[in-house]
């Protein structure tokens, strides 16, 4: 099993030493590390960072947010971060939500399986440059064709040779249909929260996965001998995604607790959270869904999990950010001791 590390997207400043963050995870052996987007700092700024401070690890979004760009900008930016990195991009991309897609990219959320379609499409067209890019889709037409066009348009092809006729593509999914399209399109899948006890509940939807597709798991790793004190953040988390990130009656992270088995205690979760007693919500996250989607505790608890994270579909976890720098070390080199 590979190990990566997730800095994910900044919060109200920068994160700490973020580059000296990944030539760490380097020479400790991890094999990914990822940064992410929300509406904030963007994905790519600090990867090109992490580029011109490192030799081999591989370089990833996760995710980039399709809204964010169209699909030939993304595959502009993953083109030449392909380059400056020698060939390390893999770009891991996702639809969002409604709130972010409709509330601050000012697009419509309808048919997201429609749009990531469409969106690879393009993006595979630009990375392979075998011809000029044509689409004639339901949400993207290249050359631009409607009715206020002044049909100057002519299909293009990229100035810039890429380095590589195609970019491994990651999809960030939680629904059935969406999983499924990772399976049957994409190089990968980023599950966002996942068992290795519950992994049954997605063989319907990678059951036609390739041999060397991968499933790279976000988990949290906390050391602590307080048991009861590491599972805390991740109950935080869980609290804020299921009562504070999506609308009541469309949360995708709930309507995947609910397949996970969890479905009453997530909309006791979310209904407390949304009363505005996000205490009582946080304390209402069962401690063992977290403890599922984790590895936290003592050392030898997490070393005993990790077998069962091994013994799983999952080819890699990706550890996140401690939120500073010592902790994240610390985590980091525990993992790679344990794990490598």
């Given at each position: 099993?590979?190990?990566?590390?997730?800095?994910?997207?900044?919060?109200?400043?920068?994160?700490?030493?973020?580059?000296?963050?990944?030539?760490?995870?380097?020479?400790?052996?991890?094999?990914?590390?990822?940064?992410?987007?929300?509406?904030?700092?963007?994905?790519?700024?600090?990867?090109?960072?992490?580029?011109?401070?490192?030799?081999?690890?591989?370089?990833?979004?996760?995710?980039?947010?399709?809204?964010?760009?169209?699909?030939?900008?993304?595959?502009?930016?993953?083109?030449?971060?392909?380059?400056?990195?020698?060939?390390?991009?893999?770009?891991?991309?996702?639809?969002?939500?409604?709130?972010?897609?409709?509330?601050?990219?000012?697009?419509?959320?309808?048919?997201?399986?429609?749009?990531t379609k469409e969106w690879q499409d393009i993006f595979n067209q630009v990375i392979a440059r075998e011809q000029g890019v044509t689409l004639d889709g339901a949400q993207y037409h290249l050359p631009y064709n409607g009715p206020d066009s002044l049909n100057?348009?002519?299909?293009?092809?990229?100035?810039?040779?890429?380095?590589?006729?195609?970019?491994?593509?990651?999809?960030?999914?939680?629904?059935?249909?969406?999983?499924?399209?990772?399976?049957?399109?994409?190089?990968?899948?980023?599950?966002?929260?996942?068992?290795?006890?519950?992994?049954?509940?997605?063989?319907?939807?990678?059951?036609?996965?390739?041999?060397?597709?991968?499933?790279?798991?976000?988990?949290?790793?906390?050391?602590?001998?307080?048991?009861?004190?590491?599972?805390?953040?991740?109950?935080?988390?869980?609290?804020?995604?299921?009562?504070?990130?999506?609308?009541?009656?469309?949360?995708?992270?709930?309507?995947?607790?609910?397949?996970?088995?969890?479905?009453?205690?997530?909309?006791?979760?979310?209904?407390?959270?949304?009363?505005?007693?996000?205490?009582?919500?946080?304390?209402?996250?069962?401690?063992?869904?977290?403890?599922?989607?984790?590895?936290?505790?003592?050392?030898?608890?997490?070393?005993?999990?990790?077998?069962?994270?091994?013994?799983?579909?999952?080819?890699?976890?990706?550890?996140?950010?401690?939120?500073?720098?010592?902790?994240?070390?610390?985590?980091?080199?525990?993992?790679?001791?344990?794990?490598?």
């Amino acid at each position: 099993m590979k190990i990566g590390l997730h800095q994910g997207y900044w919060q109200k400043q920068p994160t700490d030493r973020f580059i000296e963050l990944a030539q760490k995870a380097e020479q400790l052996g991890f094999n990914s590390v990822f940064t992410a987007e929300a509406y904030g700092s963007d994905c790519f700024t600090p990867l090109a960072a992490i580029a011109a401070h490192t030799d081999k690890i591989r370089l990833c979004t996760g995710v980039m947010q399709i809204s964010a760009r169209t699909p030939v900008c993304a595959a502009m930016s993953a083109l030449t971060l392909d380059h400056i990195s020698n060939g390390r991009l893999a770009l891991g991309v996702g639809v969002s939500g409604p709130q972010v897609v409709e509330g601050w990219y000012g697009e419509q959320f309808k048919r997201p399986l429609q749009r990531t379609k469409e969106w690879q499409d393009i993006f595979n067209q630009v990375i392979a440059r075998e011809q000029g890019v044509t689409l004639d889709g339901a949400q993207y037409h290249l050359p631009y064709n409607g009715p206020d066009s002044l049909n100057l348009g002519k299909p293009l092809k990229s100035i810039t040779h890429p380095l590589r006729k195609k970019i491994p593509l990651f999809l960030g999914a939680e629904g059935p249909k969406n999983i499924a399209l990772a399976a049957e399109q994409f190089d990968g899948w980023l599950p966002i929260f996942v068992s290795p006890y519950r992994m049954d509940i997605f063989d319907d939807s990678l059951k036609n996965k390739k041999d060397d597709f991968e499933i790279i798991a976000m988990v949290n790793v906390i050391v602590n001998e307080n048991l009861e004190e590491a599972l805390m953040p991740g109950k935080m988390t869980m609290a804020l995604y299921l009562g504070g990130m999506g609308a009541k009656e469309d949360n995708f992270h709930k309507n995947l607790m609910g397949r996970m088995g969890f479905g009453d205690a997530a909309q006791q979760v979310q209904d407390l959270w949304m009363s505005g007693d996000q205490m009582g919500a946080i304390n209402a996250v069962p401690d063992a869904l977290v403890d599922e989607i984790s590895l936290v505790g003592p050392k030898d608890r997490i070393r005993e999990r990790i077998t069962d994270w091994k013994n799983s579909p999952v080819t890699e976890l990706l550890m996140g950010h401690a939120g500073n720098y010592d902790d994240t070390v610390s985590n980091m080199e525990f993992l790679a001791e344990a794990v490598l």
